[in-house]
């Protein structure tokens, strides 16, 4: 057993890698630069790698943990006036009843094997949200990040560039961690967009229909995919090559398709 691990043993099932590089945890806490005052959730604290070092600089935390052993040890390590422990999954965590004073800032090193559904979970809260930092798999995060016409340019970007502005900070090499992963990881900040009327989609359900739709066999052209929505002709009256593929289009493209659509009484 590792020194670093302090007798816990890491639980794949709950994604758990720790961060104990310093030079790495003192990035992120100044990437995140928390001020006192601020609303600050971390998710997944594990060991208290990020949560210690974040307590230097503000008065309090919450964090959202699912390891009843992890949780009996911050409990012992922080006093709650500190650290308000919220034990239980974050995927159904409500975040939305942690708006206290302001909007929240909210930070993790990820589970990686829930990173997409937690990406998503959070969008609910995106107005409520003044940035959040996180380190994914840097895989994840290139899709996350990638401009249209890219092979990572996918369904994870679309929906997520419809919500946040998205900045890939930097990379983590494995050996960051223990245990250590197999792939490089990367700090991805996202500050949710104020999107003006033109830029919001009117129906945002109908909207990630369509984009499950357009990406669901991303070679395929989309007036096949979008077969059900209109095709050809929906394509063709927005300017687009019915020829063209889920790739090719920016998010306002979509955002676009979906608005037609919206004003249809024939919507799908
Ligand atoms: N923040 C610590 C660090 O950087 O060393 C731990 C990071 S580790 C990659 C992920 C953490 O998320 C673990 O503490 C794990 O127990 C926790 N976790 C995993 N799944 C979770 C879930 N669904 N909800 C809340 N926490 C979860």
Known sequence: MSQQLQGHTARKRFGQNFLVSPGVIHKIIDAVAPLAGDTVVEIGPGLGALTGPF???????HVVEIDRDLIARLRQQFPPERLTIHAGDALAFDFGALKEAGPLKIVGNLPYNISSPMLFHLAKYANQVSEMHFMLQKEVVDRMVAAPGSGDFGRLSVMLQYCYFMERLFIVPPGSFNPAPKVDSAVVRMIPRKVGAGETAL????????????????RKMLRNTLKDFGGEALLEAQGIAPTARAETLAVSDYVNLANVLAGRADKK
């Not at 129906?203 to 991303?218: K, N, T, W, Y």
């Open 203 to 218: 129906d945002e359900e109908l909207f990630a229909r369509l984009v499950m739709a357009a990406f669901s066999q991303r």
């Open 55 to 61: 307590l230097e600089r503000i008065d309090h935390l």
